[in-house]
């Protein structure tokens, strides 16, 4: 069964950031890009690193670790080492919640 969790208030992160949360189990790195909000899995695919604090472009994400790239709006991996694509999650905000789905 997958559910809404909150796991941010809207001004916890500005436009360009990112950070890692906990909702249910998941560790999840959250973004805000333009006012909008994306979720993906926060553990590197290739060693585990912490896309959450990764440097964003646009929506997309560099690992601190090694440098593999993913777009934060899919999961989906742009730039090596990594090979395997993040989970990523639907985020919803409600009032000042921002809720992520797992
Ligand atoms: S752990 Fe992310 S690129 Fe190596």
Do not use: K
Request: one cysteine or more.
């Amino acid at each position: 069964m997958t559910e809404f969790v909150a796991v941010a208030t809207t001004d916890e992160l500005d436009d360009g950031e990112g950070t890692v949360v906990e909702a249910s189990g998941h560790t999840i790195a959250l973004f805000r890009v333009d006012g909008d909000f994306y979720a993906i899995g926060n553990d590197c695919t290739h060693q585990g690193g912490p896309l959450g604090e990764g440097d964003l472009d646009g929506t997309t994400v560099t690992c601190p670790w090694h440098g593999a790239q993913f777009d934060i709006s899919s999961g989906e991996v742009l730039g090596p080492p990594a090979d395997e694509p993040e989970p990523e999650y639907e985020v919803r905000v409600d009032g000042d919640e921002v809720q992520v789905c797992v």
